[in-house]
């Protein structure tokens, strides 16, 4: 069975930082582009950030962007999102799912991890 | 403000038919495939549609999707009250190089 299973989450001070973690089993995690995507309180789906199977390229949303590190780390199934600077906007579950490059799909979420930016 | 376009809100009633537009630009909708996500309260996002039309093992046929242009769509069909949630456009943005999402429709089955 796939799984992914996100960790790290908590409550951080304003200007302070967060390491995400999305662990991955049941796939061969090194194959696979994956994504980070938020939803805040209320809100909509916003997508974060996007890795390639071997680290490049890597994008991110403008509102995260110099902020927010991804990262992976194939030999331990696992992708991480570094949050610096974090600010209350960026309050949120933030979900880590599996993306098809060709065919622009998330097939596969974790049931997420909450963050909370308060002081 | 997200760069997809959704309507905020669309219900029937159980049984009948429900459409949900998608609007968004060359740069997305019109040149990327279209997905489409269900989101039942407190629970993480759930592919439904990919690839336009295609639904992934265990989605019934009564949820469909389609593309014209700039423009996608999810139809349901033979509404049930366990289809209230909210459904979410989502795909790439080739100009942006961002992966794009509308901002949601919340479905109620009246």
């Known amino acids: 069975e796939v799984q992914l299973v996100e960790s790290g989450g908590g409550l951080v001070q304003p200007g302070g930082s967060l390491r995400l973690s999305c662990a991955v089993s049941g796939l061969t995690f090194s194959t696979y582009s994956m994504n980070w995507v938020r939803q805040a309180p209320g809100k909509g789906l916003e997508w974060v950030s996007y890795?390639?199977?071997?680290?490049?390229?890597?994008y991110y949303a403008d509102s995260v962007k110099g902020r927010f590190t991804i990262s992976r780390d194939n030999a331990k199934n696992s992708l991480y999102l570094q949050m610096n600077s974090l600010r209350a906007e960026d309050t949120a579950v933030y979900y880590c799912?599996?993306?098809?490059?060709?065919?622009?799909?998330?097939?596969?979420w974790g049931k997420g991890t909450t963050v909370t930016v308060s002081s | 403000q997200s760069v997809l376009t959704q309507p905020p809100s669309v219900s029937a009633a159980p049984g009948q038919k429900v459409t949900i537009s998608c609007s968004g630009s060359?740069?997305?909708?019109?040149?990327?495939?279209v997905s489409w996500y269900q989101q039942l309260p407190g629970t993480a996002p759930k592919l439904l549609i990919y690839e336009i039309n295609k639904r992934p093992s265990g989605i019934p046929d009564r949820f469909s999707g389609s593309k014209s242009g700039t423009s996608a769509t999810l139809g349901i069909t033979g509404l049930q009250t366990g289809d209230e949630a909210d459904y979410y456009c989502?795909?790439?943005?080739?100009?942006?190089?961002?992966?794009?999402f509308g901002g949601g429709t919340k479905l109620t089955v009246l």
């Open positions: 799912a599996r993306f098809w490059d060709t065919t622009v799909y998330m097939d596969v």
């Open positions: 890795i390639s199977t071997r680290n490049s390229p890597i």
């Open positions: 060359s740069s997305n909708v019109g040149s990327n495939f």
């Open positions: 989502g795909t790439w943005d080739s100009s942006l190089n961002a992966g794009v």
